[in-house]
């Protein structure tokens, strides 16, 4: 690929004697849709969490327009480049889903004496139009431990797109989703690409990938077997084998 | 009268300490078992500046808080990797640590003699120190509900709720716990200073575990992240062994009764209504 926005260079990763990466190297290109893919166990997620800064590489490079992010930690990569969102679903059990949303959009708010003398606020629009983007459709009260799962995945998109970010990743977006939430999901991913967003994502429903993903990645036991476009991809002797085991 | 007023006195400062509690472990997931330590470190440096270095009460109880917050900084950066379970031990050690100084460093803390001392002029009533301290917490209930109202608040409550979640938002959640502890054991030593100018009188023995047993009651009953919760089960909690006072037992069989009064108190909440009366997060 080239003007790649993000570059991991040989990128090792073990827990105990198994190796989980094994030298990855990769370049993601910005404003498209780039899809990780591949069987379970390929190491997918932990590269992810790696580019997060939630786990810690053994060797290896990270490079976000040439700058090197590899030794800052989860929550400055957030702060300042990426929103995440991740596989398991995760909500503020006992914050409502307005108060999710003015804490991806607040930059201030833990800063304690100015959110007590002048605390940041946000509009109502602001928060309506967060949650209408990702067609989510509850009272602005609702708690976050009450919502149901596909909902939730719903508000925590919502919430990695409203944070300040120049790149998005989302791990398996619709696992587990009902059908029409699909749709809705792969419609707000489009829209988000259209508005110029990079967006790296980790998926396992093939339909989904091939349709909305610019680029594919694929995985198996830690190492890339494959990259390219989606008719490339499914055409590939190598992911046959490896990914859908034929 | 006068036993009235000092009731009232106690109920103050009772709440501004289960409040505080209630600031770390219900409104933001932080299990501090040293709290009753910061209570005490607050009511001896009430007492050391006041006696020892003539300070003013109102500064000295505003050192008490100060003090309280910094001991309490040194803490929690000390427990930096701690969590869950393992925060609660720590503390629960410090508190062991902070009762065996107040024992045994008798230059300062008088040891098992205390600290005895009068309480000047314009305070020396019960009732005009019930005035003076419902002046102090009726700042400290003002500051603390707005802290928990404020957006800060909401961080508080999704450090509880989920740290990696918060973390992924850009927050740094070591410096807001660090915060949430400070503010708590701020108001902790506060409550310390005021107890301290309200026995007149400073001993290790104020400051043991079994006041932790009645902060406990006081935000299991009144629910976690509540504070009219705190409020309601303040009173209740305060006046429950002075109405075991009145009953016709022997005063041998008083003491133990209280005792057992807020064990009872506990398990009754937890089995009938486990948010307590007002609760907004469950006991985990």
């Given at each position: ?19 989980a ?6 370049g ?80 201030e ?62 791990d398996e ?49 830690g ?24 | ?8 006195t ?35 440096m ?29 803490l ?46 314009f ?68 409550a ?42 303040s009173?209740i ?48």
């Amino acid at each position: 690929m080239t003007s790649s926005i993000l570059d991991i260079k040989a990128i090792h990763k073990s827990f105990g004697g198994n190796k989980a990466l094994n030298g990855i190297s990769l370049g993601i290109e910005a404003k498209k849709i780039t899809a990780i893919i591949g069987p379970n166990g390929s190491g997918k997620s932990t590269l992810f969490n790696i580019l997060t800064r939630v786990l810690k590489q053994d060797s290896g490079e990270i490079f976000f327009k040439g700058t090197e992010i590899s030794k800052k930690e989860d929550f400055q990569i957030s702060s300042e480049i990426f929103s995440r969102t991740f596989q398991e679903t995760r909500a503020f059990g006992y914050l409502s889903i307005e108060d999710h949303i003015k804490l991806a959009l607040a930059k201030e708010d833990s800063n304690f004496f100015r959110s007590l003398i002048k605390p940041e606020r946000f509009g109502k629009k602001i928060i309506l139009d967060a949650l209408a983007l990702v067609g989510l459709e509850k009272p602005l009260e609702s708690l976050g431990g009450d919502i149901s799962y596909g909902q939730t995945k719903l508000l925590t998109l919502a919430m990695a797109v409203v944070k300040s970010h120049e790149m998005l990743f989302l791990d398996e977006p619709v696992a587990g989703v009902a059908p029409f939430l699909r749709q809705q999901i792969a419609k707000t991913l489009q829209k988000l690409r259209q508005a110029g967003e990079t967006i790296l994502l980790i998926e396992h429903d093939m339909n989904f990938v091939v349709r909305i993903a610019d680029f594919i990645v694929v995985m198996d036991a830690g190492e890339v077997v494959a990259q390219g476009s989606a008719d490339e991809i499914v055409n590939d002797k190598e992911v046959l084998r490896c990914y859908l085991g034929r | 009268m006068n036993y009235l007023w000092t009731v009232c006195t106690q109920i103050g400062i009772f709440l501004i300490l289960s409040l505080s509690f209630n600031f770390s472990l219900g409104f933001s997931g932080l299990i501090n078992l040293g709290h009753i330590a910061f209570f005490g470190l607050g009511a001896y440096m009430a007492s050391i500046a006041y006696t020892v270095y003539g300070i003013p009460v109102i500064l000295a109880i505003l050192f008490a808080g100060v003090f309280a917050m910094l001991i309490s900084m040194l803490l929690i950066s000390l427990c930096r990797k701690l969590e869950g379970d393992y925060l609660a031990l720590a503390t629960l050690g410090f508190h062991f640590v902070i009762y065996s100084l107040f024992l045994n460093l008798e230059g300062l803390t008088g040891g098992t003699r205390g600290i005895v001392f009068t309480r000047p002029e314009f305070i020396k009533s019960e009732f005009s120190y019930l005035l003076f301290s419902l002046l102090i917490v009726l700042l400290c209930l003002f500051f603390l509900k707005r802290a928990v109202d404020s957006p800060f608040g909401k961080v508080l409550g999704a450090l509880r709720d989920d740290e990696q979640l918060l973390r992924s938002l850009g927050k740094n959640s070591f410096i807001v716990k660090v915060k949430a502890i400070c503010i708590s054991s701020f108001f902790a030593g506060i409550a310390g200073g005021l107890y301290a100018f309200y026995l007149k009188y400073t001993h290790p023995d104020f400051f043991f575990l079994a006041e932790l047993v009645v902060i406990l009651s006081i935000v299991i009953m009144g629910g976690l992240g509540s504070v009219r919760g705190t409020i309601v089960a303040s009173f209740i909690v305060v006046l429950l062994p002075e109405v075991i006072r009145f009953l016709p037992l022997h005063s041998s069989v008083i003491g133990p009764i209280r005792q057992l009064s807020y064990a009872l108190v506990i398990i009754l909440i937890l089995l009938f209504k486990p948010r307590g009366f007002f609760g907004k997060v469950d006991l985990k």
